[in-house]
C-alpha cells in the first residue's frame, strides 16, 4: 500500500472507532481490516457491564472477517484514544488480540498504529506481527 491509501484505510478505523460502545472504560478504538480479497472489515470496542466479556475493536474486525468467509488478511489500521477526544497517541493490540491476529496471519502482516491530531493531521507507525509477537504460538505449533 502506498502512503495515501494507508491513509484513507486509517480513516476507516477512525470511522468505526466512532461506534465503539465504552460506557465504562471510555476508551473508544477503531480497526479497519485488509482481506487478501481486497475488502475491508472494520470494527470497534464493544464493552460489557460484566466487564470480561468486552471485544476489542481488531477482534470485531477479524470476527466479522471470518464469520463472512475471508481468512486471509494482509493489513489493520488501528486508532484509539479517549472517546471524548481524537486517537492522538498511537493504541497498540492488546496481547489477545495479537494472538487472534496469529491464528490467520504470518510475521508479515502488517499493523498501521494510526493517530490524529486534534487539528486533524494523520501519522502512523508501521509494524509487523513478527515485531510485536515473536516467538509466538500459532496453528503450525500442534
Ligand atoms: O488495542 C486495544 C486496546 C484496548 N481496546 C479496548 C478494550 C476496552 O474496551 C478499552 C480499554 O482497554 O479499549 C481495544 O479495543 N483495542
Ligand atoms: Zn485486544
Redesign the pocket.
Known amino acids: 500500500m502506498e502512503n495515501t491509501e494507508i491513509i484513507s484505510f486509517i480513516e476507516q478505523a477512525i470511522e468505526a472507532r466512532k461506534n ?1 460502545y ?1 460506557p ?2 471510555h ?3 477503531g ?1 479497519a481490516l485488509l482481506g487478501k480479497t481486497g475488502r475491508i472489515y472494520t470494527g ?4 460489557n457491564a460484566a466487564y470480561t466479556p ?7 474486525a477479524f470476527f466479522k472477517a471470518v464469520s463472512q468467509g475471508e481468512h486471509e488478511f494482509s493489513a489493520i489500521a ?1 486508532v ?1 484514544g479517549r472517546a471524548d477526544m481524537t486517537c492522538a497517541q498511537i ?4 496481547g489477545v ?1 495479537r494472538q487472534v491476529m496469529r491464528e490467520f496471519c504470518k510475521d508479515e502482516f502488517l499493523i498501521y498504529l494510526g493517530k490524529q491530531t486534534p487539528e486533524g493531521e494523520i501519522s502512523y507507525r508501521t509494524m509487523t506481527l513478527g515485531q510485536l509477537l515473536p516467538e509466538s504460538f500459532g496453528p503450525d505449533n500442534l
Not at 44 to 47: K, P, R, S, V, W
Not at 54 to 60: D, G, I, L, P, Y
Not at 91 to 94: A, E, K
Request: proline share 8%.
Open positions: 465503539a465504552t465504562y472504560s476508551f473508544a478504538v480497526a470497534c470496542n464493544i464493552e468486552t471485544n476489542c475493536a481488531e477482534r470485531t488501528i484509539g493504541c497498540p493490540p492488546c488480540c
